[in-house]
């Protein structure tokens, strides 16, 4: 390795020292003689052996030089010179390397003038290596000559090599100066073009992931990671390095890479779905490399062989050996599995693929097969088979509608049955049967023997959900007129009634004795006695007058208190808009009718049909179907107040109702029932009734149940957890329902219908959420008689016994126990 690298260094130093030896001319002088000397000379080194030790010692430094260079060039071999040895070369190193270490100080500032801008080239080493040859050709003349020739010739040839190794000394300084300038060079040397190449190979880079270095160079030595930058650098190189955006890091050797324009230009082709060459014509005309016609007729036709066209009967022994085998018993066929990708499903109980196959094979269903030929269908039918006028004519009017024919053909009859043509119709009745068989359901039904009795549900009997009301008990006359509205103390001992006849009664329950008749000057439309007990209050619904009524019946200190509660007005600290003064006015009760019990006048801008209160006794709400966008208003008792909760009018409202318990408010349109929160004034949700027109309400006093009645004959409960539409529908009137009601105790509700019956139910609620109602009508009771189609028209139950009261339209309250 020194001797190859001295060499390399020498060759940089010849060809920079190109300029100097070009100085000296006098070096080459007399090639011509030298050359005509040289061409008697034979191969034999045994004479330049015996020369003189002086000379050899003075140009042995010179010898090894001169031959190094002279080496490279195949011409040196025609000299006679043979290979040196190791050790010679060895030597001639170190004497070499310890000549120039003393001459390279004072040959420096020399030598440094010569050497300032020389440039390597090709031509000036070519030039420097010819003149080594010819060097190294006039030692070997000249050392030939000193024994041969005279003393004039060795003169000349000391003199010779006297220059020669003064030139060498010279030579030998500028070379070593050379070869330091290019090491150093070399050392600082970064560019792109001859960066370290890891010779890592093929393999994953995360493998050097836990290591410092990335790989090894060609010198087996470690190509170190790059310093990794932090997140800022990152972001001020983005933000100031202009080739930011195309610069990509090697993966290999972790440097970054700067694209050039046509890579760029060749990633944005591929990005865009192109070719990446931009010179490539894709519309190029098509070179026909082979043709494309079909010759006609074959260049070569041989006759085959008569084997191409025989069963071989090598192969069919072959076979015949297997079959024998597999008979036997001794070779069992391996069947094909094909491995599919597709992953595989299957069922845990029963597979789809198994039962049709069975059901195939076990349970065949074989195709339906055609009617036999009769009379009519002969070559040589009976007479009566055979057309006449009319029913040909009918058989042609039915040719749009061929399914309607007796006979899809008209009998002919021939003589014999070589006359009989062809079949016109063949195929088309071929193609039908084949369309019959294709489209035949393989289906067998199967039919079940359903009685009419199991149809009907399950339903417990009537006699385990006893108490429930079965007779009628007592019937209450005094009205002259249809009683259409009836309401019952809160603690089951009177009731009140309101009529056509311009009166209000209060009924003593336990005797069916009229207490008092109180004249109101209206048709009373409804009634509603307060829930608070300690109050004694009717409000009463007469044409456009809502009346507030002391009965004057029950406990005498509660009769009184109330007289005295409202006999003063409170104080009006709250100013009442125009919408509501409009529609509402509040009057206190002269002393002409105070006498009669009527305590309070509340003033309607329209007929009031409804009149319900809350559960605590001071709210009560009045309904006026005409009202149009304040047709509900909700009043005030205990500050004598009233107000209009609604701007929009979403529909002609029919009846209103409070919730038990929550602050909810049930407005029923014709057809919805929409529920709204009073605290957060907003809906809350709309039940679709899914019916003509709604009659009437009834809440279940737990209130999670609401029961509807209509005019189409219907009756609806709805569980408000479950959905806004029906639980059930209720079909057991045949005329319009005109009342519903809940019982507050027992799990009853009833209601009342045009056709004159009462019909009773047992609605049990459960408190268990995933049980649902339980719904089972129990009795009909049908006393009250018709009059103009009408027939009862409010139910309400007792508050606190299984009983239950109607009116109706015959003039009488009637009670079933």
């Not at 040719?399 to 008209?410: I, N, Q, S």
Request: charged content about 30%; hydrophobic content about 30%.
């Amino acid at each position: 390795m020194a001797a190859y690298g001295s060499g390399i260094k020498r060759k940089f130093s010849v060809s920079l020292k190109n300029d100097n030896t070009s100085d000296t001319p006098e070096n080459l002088n007399d090639t011509s003689d030298d050359e005509h000397f040289l061409s008697s000379v034979t191969n034999d080194e045994d004479s330049s052996d015996a020369d003189d030790d002086h000379e050899l010692d003075e140009s042995d430094e010179d010898d090894d030089v001169e031959g190094e260079s002279g080496s490279e060039d195949s011409g040196a071999s025609s000299l006679g010179k043979e290979t040196t040895t190791k050790d010679e070369d060895y030597e001639s190193d170190s004497d070499y390397s310890e000549y120039g270490s003393e001459e390279i100080d004072q040959e420096e500032e020399r030598s440094a003038e010569g050497l300032e801008g020389s440039e390597v080239s090709y031509e000036d080493e070519v030039k420097e290596s010819d003149q080594l040859k010819l060097l190294f050709k006039m030692k070997r003349t000249c050392s030939s000559k000193i024994k041969k020739s005279n003393t004039e010739n060795s003169s000349n040839i000391s003199q010779i090599t006297s220059k020669n190794k003064i030139f060498n000394k010279e030579r030998q300084v500028d070379e070593n100066e050379t070869t330091k300038q290019i090491d150093d060079e070399y050392k600082s040397d970064s560019s792109d073009e001859e960066d370290i190449r890891s010779t890592v190979g093929n393999i994953p880079m995360n493998w050097y992931d836990d290591y410092t270095h990335l790989g090894y160079d060609w010198d087996a030595k470690k190509v170190m990671k790059p310093l990794k930058q932090d997140e800022l650098d990152s972001f001020l190189k983005r933000m100031e390095d202009p080739n930011f955006w195309r610069t990509v890091r090697d993966p290999q050797t972790g440097q970054d890479v700067v694209l050039c324009d046509a890579d760029v230009d060749i990633i944005q082709r591929l990005q865009a779905q192109k070719i990446p060459d931009a010179n490539f014509d894709d519309a190029a005309p098509w070179v026909e490399w082979f043709t494309s016609e079909v010759m006609k007729t074959p260049i070569v036709r041989v006759p085959d062989h008569k084997r191409s066209f025989l069963p071989s009967r090598v192969e069919a022994r072959k076979v015949a050996k297997m079959v024998h085998a597999i008979k036997m018993g001794w070779m069992k066929p391996q069947e094909e599995k094909k491995e599919s990708h597709e992953p595989k499903f299957f069922m845990l109980w029963q597979t789809d693929e198994g039962v049709e196959h069975m059901r195939r094979i076990q349970n065949h269903i074989p195709a339906p097969k055609r009617h036999l030929p009769g009379h009519a269908e002969s070559y040589n039918p009976p007479p009566e088979y055979l057309f006449d006028k009319r029913e040909l004519k009918e058989w042609n009017k039915l040719r749009t509608a061929p399914w309607k024919r007796k006979l899809h053909f008209v009998p002919q009859k021939y003589n014999s049955l070589r006359s009989v043509p062809a079949y016109d119709r063949f195929v088309n009745e071929r193609f039908q049967r084949c369309l019959d068989l294709y489209l035949c359901p393989r289906a067998r039904k199967m039919r079940l023997t359903i009685e009419p009795e199991d149809l009907l549900p399950q339903l417990p009997n009537p006699k385990d959900l006893q108490p429930f009301p079965t007779v009628m008990s007592m019937v209450y006359e005094g009205h002259t007129d249809m009683v259409r509205s009836i309401a019952v103390e809160p603690k089951g001992q009177y009731m009140v009634s309101g009529s056509d006849d311009l009166t209000v009664k209060v009924w003593e329950i336990s005797t069916g004795r009229c207490v008092r008749t109180i004249p109101v000057g209206g048709i009373v439309r409804s009634v509603s006695w307060c829930p608070n007990q300690a109050l004694s209050l009717i409000a009463v619904a007469a044409d456009r007058k809502v009346l507030l009524v002391n009965p004057g019946v029950g406990d005498h200190l509660i009769c009184s208190k109330t007289d005295s509660l409202l006999d003063e007005a409170p104080e009006q600290d709250v100013v009442v808009s125009e919408r509501v003064k409009t529609a509402v006015q509040w009057e206190q009760a002269s002393e002409d009718i105070w006498k009669n019990g009527i305590r309070i006048i509340i003033s309607h801008f329209k007929e009031v049909r409804q009149v319900t209160w809350h559960g605590k006794g001071d709210y009560f709400a009045t309904v006026m179907p005409e009202g149009q966008n304040r047709s509900v208003v909700i009043h005030q008792l205990s500050k004598r107040r009233s107000q209009v909760p609604f701007s929009k009018s979403k529909g002609l409202v029919q009846c209103v109702l409070f919730h038990p318990v929550r602050p909810f408010f049930f407005v029923a349109t014709q057809k919805i029932v929409r529920v709204y929160d009073l605290a957060k004034q907003e809906l809350v949700k709309k039940l679709h009734s899914n019916s003509k027109w709604i009659s009437s309400i009834a809440i279940h006093p737990g209130g999670d149940n609401l029961l509807v009645g209509t005019y189409d004959r219907k009756m609806l409960w709805f569980d408000l957890d479950l959905s806004t539409k029906p639980y059930q529908t209720l079909r057991l009137h045949g005329t319009a329902v005109r009342g519903v009601a809940y019982h507050r105790q027992y799990p009853l509700f009833a209601s009342g219908s045009d056709d004159r019956s009462l019909i009773v139910c047992h609605g049990m609620v459960y408190n268990d959420l995933l049980q649902n109602p339980l719904i089972v009508p129990l009795k009909r009771l049908s006393n009250h008689e018709s009059y103009n189609d009408f027939g009862i028209f409010d139910v309400i139950f007792h508050p606190t016994q299984p009983w239950v009261f109607s009116s109706g339209a015959d003039k009488t309250i009637r009670l079933y126990t």
